[in-house]
């Protein structure tokens, strides 16, 4: 997480360096290209008018300028010299006559000392500033005029105008700038430049960057990056400072417009137009204070109600058309500019005083910008009072670009910061998940060995139980019948070689078992095949394939073996076949062994009845392994079939 907000940091300040650094690279490319244009000829050097001569006459409201200067019936007299830059007195509290009474302001240039000159020659104003329109006349002919309200009338922009476009045309001798403006807003007017193209366009543009084109790009890439964040916000409505960026980067815009816009036709009243202006200067404060309290989270539950009401009041008593004791809204708006700053300087002094106490990094820089931004927005106001010169730049826009990038730099740790915390929990995640791992792989291994051993105890006790049943009762019988000599020396062999099948078996049955059956059967055969044939039995194995049996174990296959070696036992010990058949066959559930010998038959149901011992071994091992066994038996010989099922869901107790 520190790791991102120091990478954060870093391209943070890069970027803040890159834009501060912008403006004088643009001002380097336009030098460097006024230095490799034409050669300048003596006498074409540009001329910095810094005076001119002031005539103000009465005016009868915003009306278009004449064609000719003449027209205009100056007096004579009445020229007065002036410096330039020129200012006008502004009125701070207007009456109810500012809005009424207009007077013109005529400025005359004097350019009769200028050399001919075989190349056009422009004029350069970098700002005029008032309540009304402007207009230009070289020689006594209009060459120029503002356009638009004369509210927002461009005053803004500068001028760059052509004084003799047309082909060998003289310079004009004079040049006389009309003023159009209302008699208690002040006004102000830069020095002029007068020269070449080349000479003047790269001021020109320099100057139309920073007052124009700068704010403009800033404001909308600050709305722009707002619009994303509203986008997260609709997807993640937990997090409100998405929300808040959005709301503050929509006032900055709305604020910001009044500097780029003007000069022609805007769709919206003059009055709703400076209403939207001053409102979202209060709807900036009282946002970027939000916003505040949700980085340090230490609200001001009073300060916050005190700023909501101040908004909501001041949006309604400022309403056009509302308010009669306002006379008009854009001659009372220097007077409302001034009364928010302290307002404003209460309420981020507040917020940078608790950004300190909780030591948070990001609200102390939002903070004191903002209080930087306050210091901007007094000297604007003095700007616009007409108290600092008008060749002064506006910088409220780049209080509020700087903003821009503050909140973005904000929103930017935010965003690393949230993968980095994803990247840790998830780092942690995996942790956990590999010392889970590890107790699973302890438990298992436990597991592993508690089964096996299981597994040996169950073999141990199955191979007890079946040497002490089969084994150990042969050869217990045997040894009785040599004691009591009623065995002869053929049936003891006999009986011996029985006891020594069963432990071939038994070792058998302690080797791995795979799931088939026919190699279950190959086995007896091995075994039993020779014993068979000597009795004189003719033994014809018509086994087919079958399905392989899952459940097929070392304890399933012993069963099966006993039961098969039961069957042929009998067959070889009481009855007098001469012929064995041994099969298979197989449905879709159940696999079928079949024996079959053509000696007398016997009574199956007498048989069990009787409760014979090797009838009843088998029943008991069919049932253990979920199997069950049949007799048919008759005059032409017997037939026993073991029916196994393919799949088994429980496994039987082993008997």
Not at 152 to 177: D, E, F, K, M, R
Not at 365 to 370: D, F, G, Q, S
Not at 397 to 424: D, H, K, Q
Not at 626 to 652: H, K, M, N
């Amino acid at each position: 997480m520190r790791q991102g907000n120091n990478d954060g940091g870093r391209a943070g300040r890069r970027i803040a360096a890159f834009w501060r650094a912008l403006p004088l690279i643009v001002l380097l490319l336009c030098c460097a290209r006024a230095s490799v244009a034409a050669p300048v000829l003596p006498g074409d050097q540009p001329i910095h008018i810094t005076e001119a001569e002031l005539q103000s006459v009465p005016g009868s409201g915003f009306t278009a300028p004449p064609l000719l200067s003449v027209d205009a019936e100056l007096p004579r007299g009445g020229w007065k010299p002036v410096g330039l830059p020129y200012t006008a007195d502004r009125e701070l509290v207007p009456t109810a006559s500012s809005g009424m009474r207009t007077v013109t302001d005529w400025y005359r240039l004097d350019l009769g000392r200028l050399p001919p000159s075989a190349q056009p020659r422009l004029l350069y104003l970098p700002r005029w500033k008032t309540l009304g329109h402007i207009a230009v006349y070289g020689d006594g002919v209009l060459i120029y005029q503002s356009h638009g309200s004369p509210i927002h009338n461009g005053y803004n922009h500068p001028l760059l105008l052509p004084l003799n476009p047309a082909a060998q045309a003289p310079t004009p001798a004079s040049v006389l700038i009309r003023v159009d403006r209302l008699r208690n807003s002040g006004s102000g007017v830069s020095t002029v430049w007068v020269g070449h193209e080349e000479d003047l366009s790269w001021r020109y543009q320099a100057r139309h960057l920073l007052q124009v084109q700068l704010p403009f790009m800033g404001s909308a890439a600050f709305l722009a990056v707002g619009a994303f964040a509203f986008a997260v916000w609709l997807g993640k409505r937990r997090e409100p400072l998405y929300l808040l960026f959005f709301a503050i980067s929509a006032a900055a815009f709305l604020r910001m417009l009044h500097y780029y816009v003007g000069g022609s036709y805007i769709p919206m009243s003059d009055d709703w137009f400076e209403w939207m202006t001053v409102a979202s200067l209060l709807w900036l404060i009282l946002f970027v204070h939000l916003f505040l309290e949700r980085l340090h989270r230490q609200p001001s539950p009073w300060l916050t109600r005190l700023s909501v009401g101040l908004v909501l009041a001041c949006n309604l008593a400022t309403l056009p058309h509302v308010s009669r004791s306002i006379v008009s809204l854009y001659l009372f708006t220097p007077l409302l500019n001034l009364a928010v700053l302290p307002v404003a300087v209460l309420i981020f002094s507040m917020n940078l005083r608790k950004a300190y106490r909780v030591q948070l990094p990001e609200g102390r820089l939002v903070a004191a910008w903002t209080m930087i931004a306050v210091a901007f927005t007094g000297y604007d106001a003095l700007l616009q009072n007409n108290i600092l010169g008008p060749e002064s730049v506006y910088t409220s826009p780049y209080a509020i670009i700087g903003l821009f990038f503050v909140f973005s730099y904000i929103m930017y740790l935010r965003y690393t910061g949230a993968f980095a915390e994803v990247a840790r929990l998830n780092k942690g995640l995996a942790h956990r998940l590999s010392e889970r791992e590890d107790e699973l792989k302890q438990s298992y291994e436990r597991l592993r060995v508690v089964e096996n051993e299981q597994m040996l105890n169950a073999e141990r006790r199955r191979l007890m139980q079946d040497m002490h049943d089969g084994l150990g009762s042969s050869l217990i019988g045997a040894i009785r019948s040599v004691e009591q000599g009623s065995m002869s020396d053929a049936g003891i062999a006999d009986m011996l070689k029985a006891c020594m099948d069963d432990l071939k078996l038994a070792i058998d049955s302690m080797e791995i078992v795979d799931p088939d059956l026919l190699l279950l059967l190959a086995t007896l055969r091995f075994r039993l095949a020779p014993r068979i044939e000597g009795a004189g039995i003719a033994l014809r194995w018509e086994v087919q394939p079958v399905p392989p049996l899952p459940w097929l174990d070392p304890g399933s296959a012993l069963h099966i073996l006993r039961i098969m070696q039961e069957c042929i036992a009998n067959v070889m010990r009481h009855t007098r076949a001469t012929t064995l058949r041994v099969s298979t066959a197989a449905t879709d559930e159940l696999v079928c062994v079949t024996i079959e010998d053509n000696g007398p038959g016997f009574d199956v149901a007498e048989a069990l009845q009787r409760g014979g011992r090797g009838l009843r071994n088998q029943q008991q091992r069919a049932r253990a392994i979920g199997g069950t066994v049949g007799w048919q038996s008759g005059s032409e010989g017997t037939r026993f079939t073991l029916w196994l099922p393919i799949e088994r869901e429980t496994a039987p107790a082993t008997a």
